[in-house]
């Protein structure tokens, strides 16, 4: 009988590094604990033993966006109307140590799967929550679910971008051979639904409609009937709000176009570098349109129009770069494996419908801006760059 292979000291620090990590992600619901991860991820690099992995140039080309970002951004704060109160935000960018440590810790496929598989349980658990709390009285505009995360908006954004990840591992994965798949599913849509968030209703329907479009074109027939018949049964709290969705007269639509007409003042009035970070909520009165429904408010309720605003064209440039190279990677990496049949289409699948519907969502509410939704976008962002690190070099050099 062969005893089981144990790893050595340094793999044992290695995977405890991984893991490490992986649980920052997954305590994303409580900022405290991911933060303390995140900062003990950073600490144990070195004491892991983990080698510095060996990045290919798209994969250096994304780091280097992500390092201009940083510039531009230290260049907005000193370049701010008030530097002092810029400074205060600096402490966001701890958040960009996520992409750093994901491709230094995440090198393979399996490890990948684990941290996306578990990912989208914490969904289905803070699902689950939210429904419980739906139940127990949280069912309104006023008072909607939010699981143990601080506003509704960041519930509604971490379930948007795991529903993603769940819905393309269902189509292009073994996902739908999972009855626990199947039962995140539903608990995830229903809480969606019940966190009355438009921006990601509008996301989920442009999604689904795109993976359809690609998938099986046939089934957008389906989309008036489905509709009709939701419009039969769905209570009269939701019929309104999807009804307000395109009315221009509802007060928070109104009051989203006078912010965006506020943030455009301000963005011509310093477009390369913006007014700064923290400023807006501090100089909105000054733009506020006479008419906005809120005298004041913390933010421009759009992830683009805030980095416009606070940061300007130089900040919004490299934020679109660091974006647009995580999706071109996802597709060539999904086009390269197979396509749809590849053996790991879903989670290329996976990053492009949710980069898509966190790009949607970011119309709408500033996402980007809300450190949990940053987060998990973050490590989303360099997932393709994790599954083929060194694959080029591997595969050249004789064993």
């Not at 892991?48 to 140039?57: I, N």
């Not at 996902?175 to 996301?203: C, D, H, M, P």
């Not at 359809?212 to 769905?234: E, H």
């Not at 009315?247 to 455009?264: E, Q, V």
Request: net charge positive; proline share 5%.
């Amino acid at each position: 009988m062969t005893k089981p292979a144990t790893l050595s000291p340094q793999l044992r620090r290695q995977r405890f590094g991984f893991w490490l990590f992986a649980s920052h992600l997954m305590t994303v619901f409580s900022l405290a604990a991911s933060n303390s991860l995140l900062g003990l991820s950073v600490l144990s690099v070195r004491w892991a033993g983990r080698p510095w992995p060996r990045w290919t140039r798209r994969t250096r080309r994304w780091v280097f966006c992500l390092g201009l970002y940083v510039v531009l951004y230290l260049i907005s704060v000193l370049l701010s109307a008030d530097p002092r109160t810029s400074a205060g935000s600096l402490w966001s960018t701890f958040n960009l140590a996520t992409p750093i440590l994901g491709l230094v810790f995440v090198r393979s496929e399996k490890d990948v799967r684990r941290v996306v598989q578990g990912l989208i349980l914490l969904a289905s658990l803070l699902a689950v929550v939210g429904l419980v709390q739906y139940l127990l009285g949280q069912d309104s505009l006023d008072d909607r679910i939010r699981a143990s995360l601080s506003h509704y908006m960041t519930f509604a954004g971490l379930l948007l971008a795991c529903d993603c990840l769940l819905l393309a591992w269902m189509v292009c994965g073994d996902g739908f051979k999972r009855v626990w798949a199947w039962v995140a599913l539903v608990v995830i849509q229903l809480a969606l639904l019940g966190s009355y968030t438009r921006n990601a209703w509008v996301a989920l329907v442009v999604v689904v409609t795109v993976l359809i479009l690609f998938r099986a074109p046939k089934l957008l027939l389906a989309y008036l009937p489905i509709a009709a018949l939701l419009a039969g049964f769905m209570p009269s709290p939701f019929l309104d709000r999807f009804a307000s969705i395109a009315d221009l007269k509802d007060p928070s639509n109104y009051d989203r176009l006078c912010m965006a007409a506020a943030g455009f003042e301000m963005f011509k009035e310093r477009p390369i570098f913006g007014l700064g970070p923290r400023m807006v909520p501090r100089r909105y009165t000054i733009y506020r349109e006479p008419t906005a429904p809120r005298y004041w408010v913390p933010h421009l309720h759009s992830s683009y129009l805030s980095l416009l605003a606070e940061r300007g064209l130089a900040s919004l440039a490299a934020f679109l770069a660091l974006v647009g190279l995580g999706v071109a990677e996802a597709w060539r990496g999904l086009r390269s494996e197979g396509g749809w049949k590849g053996p790991r289409a879903d989670l290329y699948l996976g990053v492009l419908l949710a980069l898509l519907a966190f790009c949607v969502a970011g119309l709408f509410e500033d996402y980007w801006a809300d450190t949990e939704v940053q987060r998990l976008i973050l490590f989303l962002l360099v997932l393709p760059f994790c599954l083929r690190p060194e694959e080029a070099q591997e595969v050249a050099e004789p064993g």
